[in-house]
């Protein structure tokens, strides 16, 4: 099956500071999201991106599907940022599909 | 536009028992899937369903099942629990069974097996 693999795994950052995370899949894909799942395990959708950028306040995400890999980018992290970030394909089995989920990346945003 | 809820939020539950978890889709979305989330690791593919039907499922054993109704709302049912069986139980919905439109999930449900 298809692999997602995320990095980096761990990630600390002052309040105030950007970063980017990255979403590598080793098959074709005609989908990819992002999620953020909040310290009380809600899975918050943050785009739907099968390719292209998008961009949602202080964040933005690219995927170049071509080459099989997206970005999220935060800008001025908020302690309310922290959580994991998960990236997700989806990918046909059978009739139906499911998510793939990434490895994910575990933010940690300090004052 | 609703989102997608799941009931209970929490529920804690003895070895062998039998457990009924309840979701209830977002407007409009005719397409279910289920996905147990372990502490530390990343949601796993449980089934879909689609039009009340089943049309596909991940690597999980029989005693684990599902049931959709007429207003999309779903249920997963699992027996005989045992302590793996422990986790985040998510529920996501989409308008389309292919995925092409992107999942909305519900806050989950904590299941725990003592």
């Known amino acids: 099956g298809i692999q997602v693999e995320q990095s980096p795994p761990d990630l600390i950052l002052q309040e105030g500071a950007n970063s980017t995370l990255r979403c590598n899949f080793s098959?074709?894909?005609?989908?990819l999201q992002w999620f953020h799942q909040n310290p009380w395990g809600q899975l918050i959708n943050l785009f739907y991106?099968?390719?292209g950028t998008k961009q949602n306040g202080r964040l933005s995400a690219t995927t170049v599907a071509t080459e099989r890999y997206s970005l999220l980018y935060i800008s001025s992290s908020q302690t309310t940022d922290s959580g994991v970030y998960f990236c997700a394909v989806p990918k046909r089995t059978g009739t139906a599909s499911k998510l793939t989920f990434g490895t994910g990346t575990r933010l940690q945003v300090t004052l | 536009e609703t989102g997608v809820t799941q009931s209970p939020t929490h529920l804690i539950k003895t070895r062998g028992q039998q457990v009924t978890l309840r979701c209830s889709s977002q407007s409009g979305h005719n397409t279910v899937s289920w996905y147990q989330q372990a502490l530390g690791q990343g949601p796993q593919f449980i089934f879909q369903y689609y039009r009340e039907e089943e049309n596909g499922r991940g690597n999980f054993p029989p005693r684990f099942s599902g049931l959709q109704f007429p207003n999309y709302s779903s249920e997963l049912n699992v027996n005989a629990l045992e302590l793996d069986d422990s986790a985040l139980y998510l529920c996501?919905?989409?308008?389309?069974?292919?995925?092409?439109?992107?999942?909305?999930f519900g806050s989950g449900t904590r299941l725990t097996v003592v």
């Open positions: 098959d074709s894909v005609n989908n």
């Open positions: 996501a919905s989409s308008p389309a069974r292919d995925g092409s439109y992107g999942y909305t």
């Open positions: 991106i099968p390719s």
